[in-house]
């Protein structure tokens, strides 16, 4: 027997992902023939484009398997300058950006390079739920800012200023927002720049999911575009994942001033090489040639966004502000909680979420996670069919068991 002793306390302090472990559960009760509507998934149900498919095979059989450059191939390099000249008005050159084994490398590459013993990093909740692991494995400290419906989910500059300490590094925020599908608009974005600015913090932009906004009237703003002084100390930080239906293929970037991008770089170059040679080839030509399929998959995305928000506004007991992004909707179940089920004390919407799988098979998640332990997370990422029936099955969930 092995007996493990004196491992990583920053390590030991890192519990697993819970995303991951209820669509493991999923999986496991869908492989015993369990008739399960799962709402968990982060990631697109549609195939990957054709194209990005082609230029992956193309690439594996004309022996494009090799080591890279660590930061990514200069021609893909290339492509993303040009992707964010044109959607985001950013000027970069290649080798300010870092080509990574999906967003979320970029982001644990971002803290390791730019913390150091006790920063802080300011977090709005809810927040995407490795933000803060990744703050405190990087030997940072995270600081929570907690956001409400009322204020649809952004935060306040006074709430900034409460949170600024001398410790104060940097602030990250995700716009398109997991889980609320929140946008963070001019005025926010705005009053963040210039607390970051007179503060002398960098901030963490989390684009992954800014080609998923559904409304004319929305359109993705980039905080690093506001002016000079904000572009100088931004992270951007997108990927292939989410826009692309490429979560698989583990490709994401960061676009950085200059000294962060080199210091990325190296650190990148010591723990994984470079991100994988075919899948950058088919990064590269999704960047090119994939937009119709991905305005085609947008368009399905808003019709669920409807769909769904449409329903859950007319359940009892819970509300949800309208997701103007993304794929997920963040439903308020304060209501269901602090009762009983079946002999079950409903504590949290984590219970919550174990009572709703156990009685109608629908998988939900629950978002003590990200910060809100009486939120639950749909996320339409699903067939149209799924929602009707895992929608179905949720309400008459909540008329049989909140009568009265
Ligand atoms: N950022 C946010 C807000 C996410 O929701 C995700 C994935 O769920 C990521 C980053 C990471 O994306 P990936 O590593 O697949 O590129």
Redesign the pocket.
């Known amino acids: 027997m092995v007996i493990l002793v004196n491992l990583s306390k920053k390590a030991l302090n890192v519990s697993p992902s819970s995303t991951l472990k209820i669509a493991a559960k999923v999986k496991e009760l869908k492989s015993q023939g369990v008739d399960i509507i799962s709402f968990t998934v ?1 990631e697109p149900d549609f195939d990957t484009p054709d194209c990005v498919n082609e230029a992956a095979i193309e690439a594996i059989k004309k022996g494009f398997t090799k080591y890279t450059d660590s930061s990514g191939i200069v021609e893909l390099r290339k492509e993303i300058c040009e992707k964010l000249k044109k959607d985001n008005g950013l000027s970069y050159n290649p080798s300010q950006i870092v080509v990574s084994n ?4 970029s ?1 644990a590459n971002i803290f390791a390079a730019i913390l150091n013993e006790g920063d802080e990093v300011i977090i709005f909740a809810p927040y ?1 739920l490795s933000y803060p692991e990744m703050v405190s494995l990087a030997s940072g400290v995270p600081v929570i800012v907690y956001t409400d419906a009322e204020n649809e989910f952004v935060p306040t500059k006074e709430q900034l200023e409460k949170a600024l300490t001398d410790k104060t590094k940097a602030i990250i925020f ?1 716009s398109p927002c ?1 889980p609320t599908g929140g946008i963070y608009g001019i005025e926010t974005l705005e009053m963040i720049a210039k607390f970051a600015v007179d503060n002398d913090l960098i901030v963490i932009s ?1 684009e ?2 800014e080609k998923l906004v559904y409304d004319e009237s929305d359109k993705h703003i980039s905080i690093a575009s506001l002016n000079e002084d904000i572009f100088k100390r931004t992270i951007v930080v997108n ?1 292939m ?2 826009a692309y239906a490429m ?1 698989g293929w ?1 490709i ?1 970037y960061s676009a950085a001033s200059q000294e962060i991008a080199s210091v990325i770089s190296n650190l990148q170059s010591h723990l994984a090489s470079n991100p994988n040679s075919i899948a950058q080839m088919a990064a590269l030509s999704a960047l090119r040639y994939a937009d119709a399929s991905i305005e085609e998959m947008r368009k399905q995305f808003a019709a669920r966004r409807d769909y769904m928000h449409s329903r859950v506004k007319e359940f009892p007991l819970v509300s949800a502000v309208k997701p103007r992004g993304a794929f997920y909707v963040f439903i308020d179940a304060s209501e269901l909680c602090g009762t009983t089920i079946d002999g079950v004390e409903i504590s949290d919407a984590t219970v919550l979420g174990e009572v709703i799988l156990s009685k109608t098979n629908v998988a939900v998640v629950p978002c003590a996670d990200f910060g809100f332990k009486n939120h639950i997370r749909l996320s339409y990422a699903t067939s149209m069919e799924n929602i009707k029936e895992g929608l179905d099955r949720l309400e008459a969930f909540i008329n049989e068991n909140y009568k009265g």
């Open positions: 982060g999906g967003a979320k490398h982001l995407w995700n997991n989390d992954i999911y990927g994942s989410k979560t583990r994401g």
